[in-house]
């Protein structure tokens, strides 16, 4: 099998980076930054899934088409999201 | 007849050519079945959007009456447990079959510290009648932004719930690996098993990667 095999020193450094972008997440979202808030803790967020789904969950090697299915998704995942905002946000109740 | 004779393994079964095409296959099967997973989460976090775009201070208040700092190490207990199911995986492609029990025992351990803190955190939810219905109340709010607010702690015992379901198959998926890496089911050559079952581990951890924020951190700078 042509299996990549990452070391523990690679899966150490991304683990410690998620446990300190947890902190940072946490400790930001004690300061005001008005709308930013919001955008600063979802950039957090995905910054974190990416490390998981690259590093831990093997996307880095994976094959086109899995990549291919995961981006697929995301993007459905985006459409149900932004249509329904683009209608709930412009709506006059 | 045909003199070669195909000797199935659970490495290779007969309908695939290679060992690696029968791994794709079941990589790219699980990663389906895990966008069918993101869709189901993903009408929720849509409800969430939607109501914390119509109530945003509710959102806040009632965001602040949850315990960041145990909310913020519950995460981190998360994080630990994929960090220990990553090394899982990595043992069972190394083929080290005392490796691989260790660490999933020590992902399942923190499976079980993750749900019990979330159990304390119901209860204090519980006591505290925060739980929508008909004892629903919220200090300090007024009467008509009540129930804007058991809207909030709807999605959040519904958005922690199915998470926490999640969580304990996991746990129960867990169970099992343990008693085969025990056996000795797993080698170099085969791991599906726990490779797959690696990815649901940290799929689930990924969407409270995302709950953690969204429930725990709304505007917390604000004066309460």
């Known amino acids: 099998m042509s299996e990549h095999i990452d070391s523990i020193r690679t899966y150490t450094g991304v683990w410690l980076v998620l446990l300190a972008l947890t902190a940072g997440t946490t400790a930001v979202a004690y300061v005001d930054l008005g709308p930013f808030s919001v955008v600063i803790a979802l950039v957090i967020a995905f910054t974190k899934m990416l490390l998981v789904a690259l590093f831990f969950m093997h996307i880095r090697y994976s094959s086109k088409l899995t990549r291919l299915v995961v981006v697929g998704g995301l993007l459905w995942l985006g459409i149900l999201l932004s249509l329904t905002m683009a209608d709930v946000a412009t709506r006059h109740w | 007849m045909a003199s070669e004779t195909h000797v199935e393994t659970l490495a290779l079964r007969e309908q695939f050519d290679t060992a690696e095409q029968q791994k794709d296959a079941s990589t790219l099967g699980m990663w389906v079945f895990l966008i069918t997973e993101v869709m189901f989460f993903g009408g929720l976090f849509l409800l969430y959007t939607v109501y914390r775009h119509l109530y945003p201070m509710v959102f806040a208040v009632a965001s602040s009456s949850l315990n960041a700092v145990i909310g913020a190490v519950n995460t981190a207990v998360l994080l630990c447990s994929s960090y220990t199911m990553v090394l899982a995986v990595r043992a069972a492609q190394l083929g080290q079959r005392k490796a691989i029990v260790i660490f999933l025992i020590l992902t399942l351990i923190l499976g079980f510290a993750f749900l019990g803190v979330k159990a304390y955190e119901w209860n204090v939810k519980f ?98």
């Open chain 2, 127 to 224: 006591e505290e009648h925060h739980v929508p219905g008909a004892s629903f109340h919220f200090e300090g709010m007024a009467p008509e932004l009540q129930r804007n607010a058991q809207l909030f702690f709807s999605l959040y015992f519904a958005m922690t719930g199915l998470h926490a379901l999640h969580m304990v198959i996991g746990v129960g998926i867990l169970s099992v690996l343990i008693f085969q890496a025990y056996k000795g089911k797993f080698t170099a050559e085969y791991m599906t098993p726990v490779d797959v079952a690696g990815l649901y581990w940290h799929f689930v951890d990924i969407i409270w990667i995302f709950l953690f924020p969204l429930l725990y951190l709304i505007d917390r700078h604000l004066p309460k």
